[in-house]
T-cell receptor
Framework: EDKVVQSPLSLVVHEGDTVTLNCSYE??????LLWYKQEKKAPTFLFML????IEKKSGRLSSILDKKELSSILNITATQTGDSAIYLC????????????FGTGTRLKVLA | GAVVSQHPSWVICKSGTSVKIECRSL??????MFWYRQFPKQSLMLMAT?????????EQGVEKDKFLINHASLTLSTLTVTSAHPEDSSFYIC?????????????FGPGTRLTVL
């Protein structure tokens, strides 16, 4: 059965700290791995990773995929209170039709 | 670009009634749309994959007669919760997969919060 596991489940840090969120997967017909940020409503897209070892960056956020280890990390440096959210990892699979398998999410709270 | 809308944003209904939720891709076409359900403090759970012009593919444990999905055009999919009960109360989110290459492979609607009394 396909599964995506995120760790930690929950994290509380202070502003300025750096955090690393983990995502591991066991998915048949892997196509890409995606990271989303969810605040009060629907998730917003952060990164899509398809190639191993290539870091994607957007401001203070960066992410990298390791296909050998079947995992990905999302780094946030110099955290701010506005980074408080649930971070979701999803794996896109294709086997006839497209399918997205979501992890449990990591709830991040950044304290002022 | 790549906006997905959902209507309504929230709905309260009585037990036994049916509720229809619309998902529209506003500026792109999507042969494939997805319907998710999210309980408080939990991740998204895929309910079904909606394909334009064909029957939806439901995930294990999701009753297709209860959650009717219609994907009649490349920009619209609907989810109808039939004979709703309080346990159907949840946050329902749709997403659309663009037919053309964009930055992401799926874009989410803002979600619909359903409360069944």
């Amino acid at each position: 059965e396909d599964k995506v596991v995120q760790s930690p489940l929950s994290l509380v840090v202070h502003e300025g700290d750096t955090v690393t969120l983990n995502c591991s997967y066991e998915v048949t017909n892997f196509r890409s791995l995606l990271w989303y940020k969810q605040e009060k409503k629907a998730p917003t897209f952060l990164f899509m990773l398809t190639s191993s070892g290539i870091e994607k960056k957007s401001g203070r956020l960066s992410s990298i995929l390791d296909k050998k280890e079947l995992s990905s990390i999302l780094n946030i440096t110099a955290t701010q209170t506005g980074d408080s959210a649930i971070y979701l990892c999803a794996v896109e699979a294709i086997g006839g039709t497209y399918k997205y398998i979501f992890g449990t999410g990591t709830r991040l709270k950044v304290l002022a | 670009g790549a906006v997905v809308s959902q209507h309504p944003s929230w709905v309260i209904c009585k037990s036994g009634t049916s509720v229809k939720i619309e998902c529209r891709s506003l500026d792109f076409q999507a042969t494939t749309m997805f319907w998710y359900r999210q309980f408080p403090k939990q991740s998204l759970m895929l309910m079904a994959t909606s394909n334009e012009g064909s029957k939806a593919t439901y995930e294990q444990g999701v009753e297709k007669d209860k959650f009717l999905i219609n994907h009649a055009s490349l920009t619209l999919s609907t989810l109808t919760v039939t004979s709703a009960h309080p346990e159907d109360s949840s946050f329902y989110i749709c997403s659309a997969r663009p037919n053309r290459v964009l930055t992401a492979t799926q874009y989410f609607g803002p979600g619909t919060r359903l409360t069944v009394l």
